[in-house]
């Protein structure tokens, strides 16, 4: 299970209606771009402590986005390194500045509350809860087909994880047979991605084929929502939260 | 089971789907050179548009910016929600929507020529360029200079390579698609 998959439990969060979720996502991200550093430290504490409520403590976290950290620190780095503003550190006629220091800071933090705001939904909502909260926030909206865009969002969210697997799979195949020990980069990659797309669209039409078989439609009983009854005042402090960040600045 | 079984082919579904899935993890392989970042996201996005009809091409990158909007972590390293609109990379974002539809036409559904892919997928990156860059400038409140040495100049030798990348991939990846 990887952190971005669903982990059971019973928590507020958990139980919070799922439209309820998708709506303060919308809210808490507007607020996060719109706030500055204070404001971005406090929503990532905030965010952190529910993240350990949910049983994803600091190490999981460090252990399970080691990759995502590194980005993070290449942003932080490259946007240090283009804003222009008073010398902080000079190196060989090289000069990393105040103002890119903090712009930086304040770049990789919004990064990183965007990115922990989306592993809480999807830690604490099943996919079959997000497709249902898709298919009700189209339904008066004309033209769109809300079920079929429902069905979509519902596979693409089941595909992700298959794609990462096969990609293992494939890459391991392609070492157990010293694939990486070519020495072409162009070769290697082709080696790897055209077998793993393969695979994938092999995946899909297997798929198309079970839905097919099992007589697929889009006249489906619809999902049903289950609420804890705390969304409005989930939602009242959430408001309070997001304007106090705003105004703070 | 209410309804009649098959009322709409499953496979246009299946396979948007896919690219819409194949679209986030290419988004979360970001590499950050200045205020936009280098990702995959726009050759699969240039992909669907070669394989897909027309209106699925735009309907699956529809239905990814909405779950990129509604929260789900499927944009630039991980990243999601409405903000992200409003932001230097916005513009490349709604131009996803354009630039598949505008690939899938011109590619065409009947005869699919080397040249005729080729043009199409030039043409969806000529599409994302179009609406970023100006976005970018727009945002940043720089002059055109500073948003096309930021927002297109590093990406060109990149963005060609996706072209070419795209073009192959899709005249492999056909003969194993049938809607």
């Keep these: 299970m990887t952190l971005f998959s669903y982990h059971p439990g019973d928590t507020l969060w958990h139980t919070l209606d799922v439209r309820c979720k998708c709506l303060l996502m919308c809210l808490l991200s507007l607020a996060v771009l719109k706030t500055g550093l204070p404001g971005n430290i406090i929503c990532l504490c905030v965010l952190m402590g529910i993240l350990k409520m949910l049983g994803v403590g600091p190490v999981k976290l460090v252990t399970q986005l080691k990759c995502f950290l590194l980005l993070l620190t290449l942003i932080f780095f490259c946007r240090w390194a283009v804003t222009p503003g008073h010398p902080m550190v000079t190196l060989h006629g090289f000069s990393l500045t105040r103002q890119g220091f903090a712009s930086a800071g304040l770049v990789s933090l919004r990064f990183l509350v965007v990115m922990l705001l989306g592993l809480i939904l999807t830690v604490t909502t099943r996919s079959m809860e997000i497709k249902a909260a898709v298919q009700w926030f189209f339904k008066p909206v004309p033209f769109i087909p809300e079920k079929r865009v429902a069905v979509m969002v519902g596979l693409a969210l089941k595909f992700m994880p298959l794609i990462l697997d096969n990609a293992r799979e494939v890459t391991h195949a392609v070492n157990a047979r010293c694939g990486n020990l070519r020495k072409n980069p162009v070769r290697r990659l082709v080696n790897l991605a055209w077998p793993l797309l393969k695979k994938t669209f092999q995946s899909a039409d297997d798929l198309s084929l079970a839905m097919q078989a099992r007589c697929y439609s889009e006249n489906r009983t619809d999902a049903r929502f289950f609420s804890n009854g705390k969304e409005g005042w989930v939602v009242g402090l959430t408001f309070i939260f997001c304007a106090g960040i705003v105004l703070m600045g | ?179």
Excluded: E, H
């Design chain 2, 1 to 179: 089971m209410n309804g009649t079984p098959m009322d709409v082919s499953i496979k246009p579904i299946i396979y948007s789907a896919l690219f819409i899935a194949l679209i986030s993890i290419g988004a979360m392989i970001a590499v950050p050179v200045g205020p936009v970042p280098i990702v995959l996201q726009n050759m699969f996005v240039l992909l669907a548009g070669l394989i897909l009809p027309p209106a699925w091409a735009a309907g699956c990158v529809a239905v990814y910016l909405l779950m990129g909007f509604a929260g789900l972590p499927v944009f630039a390293g991980g990243t999601s929600g409405i903000g992200k609109v409003f932001g230097p990379t916005g513009g490349y974002l709604l131009s996803y929507l354009p630039a598949a539809f505008l690939t899938a036409v011109i590619s065409g559904r009947a005869a699919k020529s080397l040249v005729r892919d080729c043009g199409a997928a030039i043409a969806g990156m000529a599409v994302m360029y179009m609406f970023g860059v100006p976005w970018l400038k727009w945002v940043l409140a720089v002059s055109w200079g500073k948003a096309l040495a930021a927002g297109m100049y590093p990406f060109v030798p990149g963005a060609v390579l996706k072209i070419i990348a795209a073009v192959i991939i899709a005249r492999k990846l056909r003969p194993l698609i049938r809607f």
